[in-house]
Each structure stands twice: as structure tokens, then as C-alpha cells.
């Protein structure tokens, strides 16, 4: 049960990559190389990041350690200019079960579900509860429990006010129904 | 012996006369501590106070001790306050000490300020207070607008400096260039760089066209190249130059204009800002090229590829040079074979995420080692970094005082030998005697810190993220670095056995701050307990909320409302952050409610 619920969220995510809308400067690659084979949530929590691609890059908040300042020049630069409501990032908390403190994310640093996969991997990768197979739920502006991935990321950003990582059983409940 | 009594006979006026050949701060502080005499003469003709934490010493208490002061430099948040570790209104507040200068220090002149958050209204005071004000160099600082600036421009008589660097500036308009009287002809210095919206141009020319002894001008991005070009023509003796928009179509006359103005400029040393920089205006700058000593071209994406190398070859008495990433291994192979006497260099990222083609990897940096054998600052953003090449660079680069390298993954390891990079960093710290600074990153075990707690001797300041294995990495450090002065850790798991390893050692450093690592309560508590004498003080943006979706056993729920004690509770809980610094000022009087001081 569990696999399946990862597989077609898998695919979803692969599906979604394609109608992600991208801005960049003329000439740079912003399309992350895809990983050979599907990574299943067994895996995700054991692998280092290193093994998963040369392209794969976790983000936490504070890192890569570069000012605000600086962080906002280069958004501009990649956004086209406008900066938009973009100040300050869209930090979220970020609870898992069985971990003794809560992380936060910045939504904004993420390209799409996979490096928000990848990089919850790596913040929470030191806890012992990370052994265990995990899904990611996330609060939406009503306040329900969303499994990720169902929507599209843009719209998941807007809507997401908190990510909880549960343990895989308890997730069964949240898979979406066709 | 004799020489010491023989001092005493000295009226105070020698005594004072004498000290003012010392002007290293330590020195004057270590005076101050040889009796009383000189405690009080020192006191009183102390011009410079550097205040490195501002929580380490009440306002009032330093006012009082110093009414000559006229020039004082005060650091507020924690370094990694940068990187928004630290949550808004944690402190830092400029307010109490404006306030105390005001009351107690009236020949003030001088203001330097690191991450401190500045009202309008301490601006406003400020330059009322002060008749003499004359310099104002704001970093990383927030809280203010340019109604501030404006407060400033218009009231500071002989206003000398003004230097804003990267920071958060609530936009009000362009007004506040309008505000400098036009009897104010005493600016040297000017930047506003980090200003993100318009400026009233005719305004900054009339400025400049009345600042004779204009030695640094650095513009925002909105001014264009043809004020810049009718600035320059203002000011040949400029040395320091932030452009503003360096977008220039063909042959204009506008750039036309520029070619000639920088010509004149024979004094010019340090180049920055070249935003959206044509190739063509590039092209304007080469003549200048040669006297190059600084250059910052890291707000510059578009110079990267052979634009950058044509630049850059030009530059051969370079001894700063800031870029991004996108220069390549290639550009970084330029540069040293073009600029010899590079003593810093600084290579940020362009693209926060992921791996482009063009970015640095380890051949950079080792070619940069090896045609630059003065280098003795780095910082160094790349995907991945061998071993072998630290080795190399550290033989070459024998005078590293500051060192800091960023791998963007956390934990990554050597791609060539999947090892830790334990041995490259350990080369860096057995091989540079003078080293100040030091931030590593990539895949390390306690190893590492083993080697820096038995080479890095001279290390005052030591940054780690996602690193060690063991309590016994950072207790290397703590027992092996002597003067070491700042400690900031985050995402690496030492607990309460680092913690309280030597606490002593606490009390002969500035700060320690970690983040995300394995430190309970029950610690911190142990902490604060044994050693009075500093504040330990723990972020936690806990909400009841939280006590939900844990279920590791602690249950009750806490309620925080003023409650900066925790007594009730498990003192087993994980510590989200802490920061513990040593203070003369005890407990914060203005934490706010997530800042609890144990």
C-alpha cells in the first residue's frame, strides 16, 4: 500500500515537472538533469545526498550561508526584475513526527516537489525517527491535512501554511482518491 | 620594576599623552586594567569604543565610562542572523544606545553599526544630539527608511560619510537626496548602493557638483549610465566607484560621455556595482583597468564568459577581487595568470539551487592558488572540492588568514574518493600559522576539528554546519583553539557533553551560538547554572500547537506568555537554538518572548 502511494505520487511529480513555468537568464540551464530511476520513499531517507545526481541539491533555510541581501539580488535577477512579494521568503514549519523540534523551510527555495523532498531528507536525516518510512502532509489555508504533490507547485506554495512528515502508515488515510 | 613605580610620578597629562600612541583596542582595555589611575586617565581620553556584542555591556555603563568618545562601532545580532537564522525583533536595537550617547557623550562623530535594527526616530536623534556628526557607516543593518536618511542629509552639518552596505532600506521615495542643504560641501563619501528604488537625479549631481573632496561615490542601480557619465565629469579625483546601471546602447552619447569621463579619473583604485553591464560599457572601463586594486563584480551576472576575461586580464595590480560563480574555472584560470598580487577573492554563487554548467569547481581554485601566492583571504562557493586540492592550495598559500569555503551540498563528500574532507581542511589549518577565520563544509568527521584544535592556534573565529560525528569534535576546538573568539555551529551533533566540556572557556570568548544540534534544556540550564557570568539564552518559536504532532513523550503543553523561566516542562527537549555570550550587563531587558534567558 505504501509503495503504491509513493509510485503514483512519482509520477505525479513527474507529470507536474512538465508544466512547471520557469524564468531564468537566456542560456542557463535550469532543468535539473532527472534522476535514472525513480527514487521510492524507502530510499529516500537512507541515501546520501550525494548518490542521488549531480543536480540534486538540498535546501534548508540559512543555506548556502549568502546575506538576504545578496539572496534577494540574485531572485531579482532570475525573476525578471520585479520583486514582488518575495521579501523575506515563505517560511514555513516543518514538523516530523517523533523529532524533538520543529525546522523551518522556505518554500521559495525549492524549484518543485523533488528538491523539497530533498531537502527535508537532509534537514531531518540526523533524527532517529528518520529510519522509519515517512510521507509529507502538508496544512492548507482551511486548515486541512493535504498529502504533497496533488497539485501543482505553484499553487502548492500559496497554499501550504505548514509540512508535516508522518509516518507512513498514518498517511494511508491521506492518499487521494481518483 | 622600577621603570612601573617611576610612572607614577608622571603628571596625568604625560600618562595621557603616552597612551595615545595606543590605539589598538586591546591594548587600551589592558591598559585600563593596571590600577586605578590609569583606569580613569585612560577613560577619559578614549576616542574609539568598539563594542563587539552590544548585549555585553549596558548603553548607559559605556556612555558613562567614555564621555570623550567619538567614535563607536557596535555588532548586534549573531552572525548567522545573515542567513535568517535568527527570527525578526530578537534585539539589536540601536535606540538605547543612541539614546545613552546622547545623554553622556556629547562629542560624538563617528557611527559604525553591524546588524543593528535603527529606527527613523534613533536617526533622527542622532544627528540632533551630535553637532559634530560627520560619519555614518551602517552594515547589514534594517528597521529604517529613507526618511531616516533624509534626517540625516538634511541636519549634519559637516556630514563627511555616509555608507550604506546591504541593507534593508524601506523605500519612501527619492526625496531624501533633495535633503543634503546646499551648504553641506563636506561629503568624501557616499553609497547607497543597497538603495533599491529610484534617486532623484538632478539632485545627485547638484550634490556631487558641491562635494570637491568626494573620494567615494557608490550609486544604486537606478541611476543611469548618462548621470554617471556627467558625475564622473565632476569628480577626477574619485577613487572608489560603484556604478549605478551599466546598460549602454551603441555609440551614444551618453557613452561616449562615459569613455572620456573615466579617462580623466587617473586617481580611481576600486571599481564596483556594473549592474546589467553591456559588453560595450565594458569596454569603456578597460582603460582604467591597469590601477585596478579593488574590484567587485558580484552583483554582475551578465559579465561572465569572455567579456569577464577580457576585463580581467587588464587587471594586473589587483589585490581584491569579488565575482560570481559563473566566471568559471576558466575565468578563475584568468585571473591567475593576470593578477599576481592578489592577496583576497571572493567567488559567490549565482544560482542558489542546482548545478549549472559554468560554475567553479576545485581546478579553480587550485590555478588561483597557484598563480596568486599572496592570497590570504578566500571565500569560495562551489559544487565540490577534493582533498588533494586543499592540500595543494594550502602548499601554495602559505598566508591564508581567513578561509572560508562553502560546498553547496551539505555533507558532501570528496567525488574523487568519497572520502571526508577531513585531511584537505587539516592542511589548510597545519599550513597557515596566521589563520583568523575559518569555515569549512562538505562531508567531515570529528577528525577535522581534531586538527584544529591542534594547529589552528591563531583561529578567533570558527563557522561549522552539518559536520562531526561526536561531543568530541567540539571539544577539540574548545580545548585546542585558544583565541578563539566566536563559535557559531549549526545542523551537527554535538550535545550537552560539548556543551558543558569546558565551560570556562566560555568566559574568554565573545559568543557561541548553536543551532540544530543535539543540546537539551537539561544543559543549557547546566550551563547558565555554573557560570554566571554569561547569558545563556535559547530561541524557541515553540507554539503549543507543536506539543500535537510530537510523540516523544512530552506532553504538557507550554505556556510562554512572559514566562522566561522554564520550570515546569522535560528538561530533556531538544534545544532549537541557542546563543550564549559574556556579559557585564546581565539578562536582557529587552528579549523578546521567544528569547528565554536561563
Known sequence: ?178 | MKVQSAMFYFPEEVIEHIFSFLTHHPDRNTVSTVCKAWYKIERLSRCEVFVGNCYAIRPDRAAARFPGLRSLTLKGKPHFADFDLVPPDWGGLAGPWIEAMARSCPNLEELRMKRMVVSDESLELLVHAFPNFKALVLVSCEGFSTDGLAAVARSCKSLRELDLQENEIEDRGPRWLNSFPDMCTSLVSLNFACLKGEVNLKSLERLVCRSPNLKCLRLNRAVPVETLAKIMNQCPNLEDLGTGSLLADQFSEAYVSLISALQKCKKLRSLSGFWDASPLCLLAVYPICANLTGLNLSYAPTVQGQDFINLIQHCVKLLRLWVLDSVGDKGLAVVASACKELQELRVFPSDLFAAGPATVTEEGLVAISTGCPKLNSLLYFCHSMTNSALITVSKNCPNFTRFRLCILEPRKPDPATNEPLDEGFGAVVKTCKNLRRFSISGLLTDQVFYYIGKYAKALEMLSIAFAGDTDQGMTYVLNGCKNLRKLEIRDCPFGDGALLADVTKYETMRSLWMSSCDISLRGCKALATKMPSLNVEIINEWEAEMEENLNNGVAEVISNNNNKHINNGNDERKVEKLYVYRTVGGPRTDAPDFVWTL
Open chain 1, 1 to 178: 500500500m505504501e509503495g503504491q502511494t509513493q509510485a503514483r505520487y512519482d509520477a505525479e511529480v513527474d507529470n507536474l515537472k512538465d508544466t512547471e513555468l520557469r524564468l531564468g537568464l537566456p542560456g542557463s540551464d535550469e532543468e535539473p538533469k532527472k534522476a535514472p530511476k525513480k527514487r521510492g520513499l524507502e530510499d529516500s531517507s537512507v541515501k546520501a545526498p550525494a548518490e542521488t545526481g549531480p543536480t540534486a541539491k538540498a535546501q534548508v533555510v540559512g543555506w548556502p550561508p549568502v546575506r538576504s541581501y545578496r539572496k534577494n539580488s540574485i531572485q531579482m535577477v532570475k525573476k525578471g526584475g520585479d520583486q514582488n512579494n518575495e521579501k523575506g521568503g515563505m517560511l514555513v514549519k516543518v514538523s516530523m513526527d517523533g523529532a524533538p523540534y520543529l525546522r523551518k523551510v522556505d518554500l521559495n527555495m525549492y524549484k518543485g516537489y523533488r528538491e523539497l523532498r530533498e531537502g527535508l531528507d537532509v534537514m531531518f536525516k540526523c533524527f532517529p525517527a528518520a529510519k522509519d518510512e515517512f510521507a509529507v502532509a502538508y496544512e492548507d489555508k482551511d486548515g486541512d491535512l493535504m498529502l504533497v504533490g496533488d497539485v501543482p507547485w505553484e499553487m502548492f506554495i500559496t497554499s501550504c501554511k505548514k509540512l508535516r512528515i508522518m509516518k507512513g502508515n498514518e498517511a494511508i488515510g491521506l492518499s487521494s482518491s481518483p
